[in-house]
């Protein structure tokens, strides 16, 4: 399972000693070894080795063995895996990092000082953990998920006796009885996954069912989980977990993109009228350096070179650091910096496609909506 701070130390870790290695490889369950995947990634690898600039022996001889260790995993996992490896390794450091991803990444292989972490924060953006209440009248199902998999947890059955045609008096009471029962069996329900919530965590909570059952269940539902309550849709009881998943991360993705929208016509408007909007490299630059952004937007493909400054190690445009006077080294792409920037920051990451991606091009290929103004 990614966590988040696991990869904040990741993303932190630099040596400026030893060479790191980060390699992304996108798998196909049953790829042949002996054709052009295990081809590709040989020459991926010899390329990285011809290209090295200075390394010393010691260097040469850590990624070396990096580079036979990851090609030893990818022949393994060609066979029997699907979706995506990353692997940061530092053999002299004692760094190893693998992570089988269910999406493909890359190929992307790069030796460098400090980790790439872009497709794993872009991958970690997509990766929310959710919970999905089914809730009928008398039995309920919740059901753990993520793109990775999915997981039922409970299926609690309350003994709630079904409605009889008796009339009277006695049909009264009988009802009350029942709308009793109902009633304790959705906040037993509610209580439930409010334990789940606590053992396991979850950043978002759908419910299934009839919109009269719905509503009342979400009336019982402790005020964290409240705040996590991201939608809810009919969905029957019988339903396979596959089912839940697709329709869970399908309502997710559906909310994910309304509020990309909604956040790149704020970023519009804060650009043209207020002062709450960075647009564009320059400015983005600033506000992510200056700990102003609060959300940053980046153009799903959006590439840039820039510089960072030898001594104080600022991100900058421009030669000599605007900063301290200092000497700059190039940066092939100054966004991937910028990114890991952000997450570090504690700054929400989110990574632009389609139509709202054509948006953010107009303003720039990449922007931030600040905390405050500059
Ligand atoms: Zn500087």
Not at 163 to 189: C, P, S
Not at 222 to 235: I, K, T, V, W
Request: aromatic share 6%; hydrophobic share 40%.
């Amino acid at each position: 399972m990614l966590d988040r701070e696991e990869l904040r130390e990741l993303a932190r870790y630099r040596d400026e000693e030893n060479l790191i290695c980060s390699f992304y490889y996108p798998l196909e369950k049953g790829m042949p070894t002996e054709g052009g995947a295990l081809i590709r990634l040989k020459n991926m690898i010899n390329k990285t080795l011809a290209d090295r600039e200075d390394w010393t022996s010691a260097q040469t001889t850590s990624i070396s063995e990096d580079l036979a260790r990851i090609e030893g995993l990818v022949t393994e996992e060609m066979i029997m895996s699907s979706g995506g490896l990353a692997i940061f390794a530092c053999s002299a450091g004692g760094l190893w990092k693998e992570y089988h991803l269910p999406d493909r990444v890359g190929p992307m292989l790069v030796v460098d000082h400090a980790t790439r972490m872009r497709p794993m924060i872009e991958f970690i953006g997509r990766y929310e953990r959710s919970c999905t209440v089914l809730v009928g009248k008398g039995r309920a199902r919740i059901i753990v998920l993520d793109r990775a998999g999915a997981a039922e947890r409970s299926d609690v059955v309350a003994s709630v006796p079904g409605r009889h045609d008796q009339g009277g008096w006695a049909q009264a009471r009988y009802q009350r009885h029942h709308d009793h029962q109902v009633m304790h069996h959705l906040k037993e329900t509610a209580d439930q996954t409010f334990s789940l919530l606590q053992e396991e965590g979850f950043s978002q909570l759908f419910v299934g069912g009839t919109e009269e059952l719905v509503s009342e269940f979400v009336e019982y539902l402790h005020p964290y989980l409240r705040e996590r309550l991201a939608g809810s849709f009919p969905m029957e009881m019988v339903s396979s977990v596959a089912e839940v998943q697709i329709q869970t991360l399908t309502a997710a993705s559906e909310l994910a993109e309304a509020g990309e929208r909604d956040a790149l016509d704020d970023l519009r408007a804060e650009v043209h009228t207020g002062n709450l909007g960075a647009a564009g490299l320059d400015d983005t630059l600033h506000a992510v350096q200056t700990g102003q952004a609060l959300r940053l937007l980046v153009k799903e493909d959006f590439e840039a070179p820039g510089l960072r400054c030898t001594s104080c190690h600022l991100l900058c445009l421009s030669s000599p650091c605007p900063f301290c006077g200092g000497e700059t080294q190039a940066l092939e792409d100054i966004v991937e910096s910028m990114v890991t920037e952000a997450f570090l920051r504690n700054c929400e990451v989110a990574f632009v496609a389609g139509e709202n991606g054509e948006k953010l091009a107009e303003l720039g290929g990449i922007g931030a909506l600040l905390r405050f103004a500059g």
